[in-house]
Nanobody
Framework: QVQLVESGGGLVQPGGSLRLSCTAS????????MGWYRQAPGKERELVAA???????NYADSVKGRFTISRDNAKNTVFLQMNSLKPEDTAVYYC?????????????WGQGTQVTVSS
């Protein structure tokens, strides 16, 4: 089994910045894709950004130009640098990762970290 532990959430004023981190531990072969999702109250969980183990990234349109995802493959850690934060970025942010264990494709989720953007 793989555990994902997130850190870095908190309260920030509009226009501010936060950096989220997520580290995978446990039975790891090759983590393929790592990403961040978010869920605001009353809304569905949505993809924020994702990165492959080769470094290919994709972003939600709402965060392009403001958020940057990166990863350290040696440490199985993914980061999300969030700049120019807006109140609509307020949500619980979840880390996500996947890998093949033999023929089985497994997906893992972190416990979530709250990000609140408010003055």
């Amino acid at each position: 089994q793989v555990q994902l532990v997130e850190s870095g959430g908190g309260l920030v004023q509009p226009g501010g910045s936060l950096r989220l981190s997520c580290t995978a531990s446990g039975v790891i072969f090759t983590i393929r894709r790592m990403g961040w999702y978010r869920q605001a109250p009353g809304k569905e969980r949505e993809l924020v950004a994702a990165i492959s183990n080769g470094g290919t990234t994709n972003y939600a349109d709402s965060v392009k130009g403001r958020f940057t995802i990166s990863r350290d493959n040696a440490k199985n850690t993914v980061f999300l640098q969030m700049n120019s934060l807006k109140p609509e970025d307020t949500a619980v942010y979840y880390c996500n990762a996947d890998q093949f264990v033999g023929p089985d494709f497994q997906v893992y989720w972190g416990q979530g970290t709250q990000v609140t953007v408010s003055s």
